[in-house]
């Protein structure tokens, strides 16, 4: 039998805010814990929330970047469920009246560019973290996530496999990073995503029913959780039994998803409007500032930087794929002479490195200074592309600027034709036998050559001139 | 010199000309509270501070002179007070001491006032009769064995015996009223968001409200004054300008226009109550009123429909009070849920639990629509209802309640129902947000009877010079209660 499968999506988004939703204490990431916690945030009784517009900004600003329609009035519910690490016992959420409404993100497929639309975005805030392994008996929490801004976007079922469903994670984490409205930090639990699977057979209309597995942080465990889930299904059915309707969880050790809880033990969320809250109204003119600051998304930047910087198409399109990478090219330019050699070098040397990594170029020690100086030596013959990448890895290592490594470690480049000629003579003396089997016909061996002209001045020597000088004392 | 029964005003003539010191005064108003203990009007008193600011005071130290300044008030338990425990008059708060202070508390203690307790109350407000208290029944100044109406009983028993010249106390659905027309005193509740939410321990947010019991209209109007304000913590409170109310407190009513509710039969109320009503309206007559007939075709629902709206955010409210961060937590408790039900169970009076408990059904898939969402159309019809009626009236009167105080178990013990009726007139008020006090007229049976004046959006200014027009030519606000049974 075929089946096809049917997911969507809801991506939790931290909204990059410098204060939480509805309090003045601070988002920053990995503090000491309760300390980012006031009075509003641990819910203390007579409290009441008060907006930070900067989080509403940040969300039409991604409605706006996918065409969608931009509630200006903004409605708050609250949705009650108890929970320790939930201090009001409800969260603020958006339930009738989303910000954002519509709109849609491309992913590229084996078989193209596909849509996929979105069917609403809403502000929300987080809630705190339970920790249940630091102290024997206990439980603990921490409220420093509490409040933080959310925006949940959730698709329209229209991801077809879990390929796809990563593609579509990619496309939103490229244009929240873009946007500059969230860090779009995954291991930190700055993009998060629930994925909604189910599978029906290839041709039925009526959609088969779906489970919901929660909470995955990875592009890594979104494809497996949700292979390991279409497969379970096809089992299930199958094995002609049926699926239940549950939030299930992706154990990412044991590579397989578990039942957290069934839909007849689902919460009813009792969702009624924020009494505590007014309308939150955006006008026009704000509405209009924002459109007027709108960031340049990466299909604007791969064609200016062919147009304007004369790069290859394939390493525009790289550049212009990640916020970090697009900035920091961007922070280098300005010092480069040869645009190109700088964008070659991103999308090559230093794009491996990242990606052995696993960081960001932001994350790592580079500085657009270093780099911009790095390939400016390249350019004007102080170094060869070879010296480069050791150069690279030193800065890489240690933050170093290329100049200071190149004078203490003694790398100019040999670009003087006598001295070339005088290390060329001593090799050719010394391997006599090569050169004869060289001039008898084995072409092969000028590599040799080469390379032991190099191994000599320890990678030093100038390329070019090694090759011209080799070349005229064959001949003889 | 006695300080008891003195207004604001009369008071703060005596710290003025010396008669007495404000360490004086706060004295005497701890002797009160100790020779009066039985009424068990407060919860907690803050002696230690409150002789502390006085002494500053007579020292000079604080420099702007405010009608309040050294003169002792009462602060409802509800509200928040830095450092000094806060209870609700609830077991689950039984040891909360806030690191805070309301907006209420701290422009009032800004304006140089001295809190000298929290004022006992219906358990988190829930109740009209102060009976839900986990810290024991307030008893009425006139009658021993009389309810003082709730839930901010002990804020009005307080004011009524005398001890404090006003108290703070907060309205969902008559909660200052009530207990102001059951003491024989002042009271006012604002217009919703003339006053700031922050601090103010929440029963029912979209109704609640804070507001003065006072001796007098004009008393009402001087703790107004400080109260009210726009605040940047509380984002339903109103950004308008909010005029000096004393201004135009002793304007001629020559000419004002009072609606008459027609759906209100008042022909079934007790026949001394309806006389009293009569009465007041002659004498509002004399001094030049008109009275005009009003209908409010709505206003029959706003019983059923306060009782969806209240509880259903009530429900929502009051689950940050689990166990887990303050408050109190059960101790012998195997889980998560086992912490959840039993320290709630053990934390919470039984009225506060059918509250939660109607307010939870209400919100539930499946009755969502019929209760809540139906209540909130209705509400908006009545809300509707009231700005027709102002377009041709300038104030409604009613009476406060439909009886005098009752003796206490005798009325909710078997059917609460019964007691929710007590705020048939009061409770329109809350769903429309509009202003509204309540002034003593007359006494039925030695118990007091009270007067309710509704005023339109943030016109306390109408009620309030209407009131103490009243005052200014009747006595009633300046009867006393023997106390003799304390």
Redesign the interface.
């Known amino acids: 039998m075929t089946w096809e499968t049917v997911i969507g999506i809801e991506t939790h988004v931290q909204l990059s805010t410098k204060t939480k939703l509805f309090s003045r204490a601070s988002t920053t990431f990995g503090q000491n814990p309760n300390t980012n916690v006031n009075l509003i945030d641990c819910g203390l009784p007579g409290v009441l929330p008060s907006v930070n517009k900067e989080a509403f900004y940040k969300a039409i600003r991604f409605g706006l970047a996918i065409g969608a329609e931009i509630n200006q009035t903004s409605i708050f519910d609250r949705k009650n469920y108890f929970y320790p690490d939930l201090p009001k016992g409800y969260q603020i959420t958006q339930m009738d009246l989303p910000i954002v409404l519509g709109g849609s993100v491309e992913i590229k497929t084996k078989e193209g560019t596909k849509i996929i639309n979105v069917t609403r975005a809403h502000l929300e805030e987080d809630a705190g973290k339970s920790i249940h392994d630091k102290f024997d008996g206990y439980s603990a929490i921490d409220l420093n996530r509490a409040g933080t801004p959310l925006l949940e976007i959730v698709s329209e079922p229209e991801i077809s496999s879990a390929k796809e469903a990563v593609a579509y994670m990619k496309a939103l984490h490229q244009l929240v990073t873009f946007l500059d409205i969230s860090d779009g930090n995954m291991s930190q639990g700055s993009l998060r995503c629930d994925a909604n699977v189910s599978i029906k057979k290839k041709g039925e209309t009526k959609l088969g029913t779906r489970t919901e597995i929660k909470n995955i942080n990875s592009f890594k465990f979104i494809e497996k959780a949700i292979n390991f889930e279409i497969n379970r299904q096809i089992k299930e059915l199958e094995n002609a039994n049926s699926i239940t309707q549950e939030t299930r969880l992706y154990d990412s050790i044991k590579d397989e998803t578990r039942s957290m809880r069934s839909k007849e033990f689902a919460n009813d969320y009792r969702y009624f409007p924020e009494p505590d809250l007014l309308p939150v109204v955006i006008s026009d003119k704000e509405l209009n500032k924002i459109k007027g600051t709108f960031p340049e998304l990466p299909k604007e930047k791969l064609n200016r930087y062919v147009d304007e910087y004369k790069i290859p198409d394939s390493d525009a399109k790289i550049l212009s794929s990640s916020k970090s990478l697009a900035d920091f090219f961007e922070s280098s330019l300005e010092n480069v002479e040869d645009k190109g050699l700088l964008a070659k070098f991103l999308v090559g040397d230093i794009s491996s490195l990242l990606n052995k990594e696993l960081i960001e170029i932001n994350e790592s020690n580079l500085t657009p200074e270093n780099i911009s100086q790095l390939i400016n030596l390249i350019s004007d013959g102080t170094i060869s592309g070879k010296i480069a990448k050791v150069i690279l890895e030193k800065t890489w290592k240690t933050n170093a600027r290329p100049e200071e490594i190149i004078e203490k470690e003694g790398l100019t480049q040999i670009s003087d034709d006598k001295e070339i000629e005088k290390i060329i003579e001593q090799i050719l003396k010394e391997n006599s036998n090569q050169v004869e089997a060289y001039l008898a016909g084995k072409e092969k061996l000028f590599g040799f050559f080469v390379g032991q002209v190099m191994k000599l001045t320890q990678g030093k020597a100038n390329p070019k001139a090694v090759n011209n000088i080799l070349k005229e004392k064959l001949k003889k | 010199m006695s300080i008891q029964f003195k207004s604001i005003l009369e008071l703060k003539s005596m710290l003025n000309s010396k008669t007495i010191s404000s360490s004086e005064l706060i004295e005497e108003t701890f002797k009160l509270t100790k020779d009066l203990k039985d009424l068990n009007c407060f919860v907690t008193m803050n002696e230690g501070s409150a002789k502390q600011k006085a002494k500053q005071i007579d020292q000079g130290k604080y420099k702007n002179n405010s009608y309040l300044t050294g003169i002792p008030l009462g602060q409802k338990d509800l ?2 007070t830095e450092g000094l425990r ?1 209870t ?1 008059s609830s077991k689950i ?1 039984s040891n ?1 001491i ?3 202070s ?1 907006t209420v508390v701290k422009k009032l203690e800004d304006s140089g006032s001295i809190t000298i307790g929290k004022t006992n109350m219906d358990e988190f407000a829930m109740g009209s009769s102060n009976e839900t208290s986990f810290y024991g029944n307030v008893h009425n100044p006139w009658k021993r064995s009389y309810v003082p109406g709730g839930s901010s009983g002990g804020s009005a028993a307080a004011v009524a015996a005398g001890i404090v010249p006003a108290s703070t106390g907060t309205d969902t659905g008559g909660s200052i009223r009530q207990p102001a027309a059951h003491c024989g005193i002042t009271g006012m509740k604002p217009t919703y968001g003339k006053v700031s ?6 029963f ?3 109704l609640d409200q804070a507001g003065p019991l006072a001796r007098s209209a004009e008393d009402c109007a001087i703790m107004l004054n400080e109260m009210s304000g726009h605040d ?5 409170s109103l950004d308008v300008e909010h005029t000096d109310l004393l201004r135009s407190i002793n304007n001629p009513i020559k000419g004002i226009k009072i609606g008459i509710v027609k759906e209100f039969n008042l022909n079934d109320l007790d026949s001394k109550i309806q006389e009293k009503f009569q009465d007041s309206k002659k004498l509002y007559e004399k001094l030049g009123a008109k009275f005009i007939k009003i209908s409010l075709p709505n206003i029959s629902a706003s019983v059923p429909t306060y009782y969806s709206i209240a509880p ?2 009530c ?2 409210n ?5 166990g ?3 408050g109190h937590r059960s101790r012998d408790s195997k889980d ?1 849920n086992d912490l ?1 039900i039993k320290s709630r169970s053990e934390g919470f009076g039984d009225e506060v639990k059918r509250r939660i408990l109607i307010g ?1 059904y209400v ?3 499946g009755y ?1 629509d019929a209760y ?1 969402k139906k209540a909130q159309q209705v509400r908006r019809l009545i809300k509707n209802d009231f700005e027709s009626a102002f377009q041709t009236v300038d104030l409604i009167m009613t009476p406060t309640s439909p009886n005098t105080a009752f003796e206490f178990g005798s009325k909710g013990a078997q059917n609460p129902v019964e007691l929710y009726l007590e705020d048939l007139f009061t409770i329109s008020s809350n769903l429309a947000g509009l202003p509204a006090i309540s002034i003593p007229h007359g006494m039925v049976n030695d118990l007091p009877v009270g007067l309710q004046l509704i005023g339109n959006f943030l016109r306390e200014d109408k009620i309030l010079n209407a009131a103490h027009v009243f005052q200014k030519n009747s006595e009633f606000h300046l009867a006393k209660p023997s106390l003799e049974d304390f």
């Open positions: 509200f928040c806060t609700c708060l909360f806030p690191p805070y309301a939410r922050w601090g103010m321990v929440a029912a947010s979209s940047l913590k509380d984002t339903t259903a955010e429900s929502s009051l689950s940050r009070f689990d887990v961060k303050f998560l959840y939870t919100l539930s898939a969502y809540y």
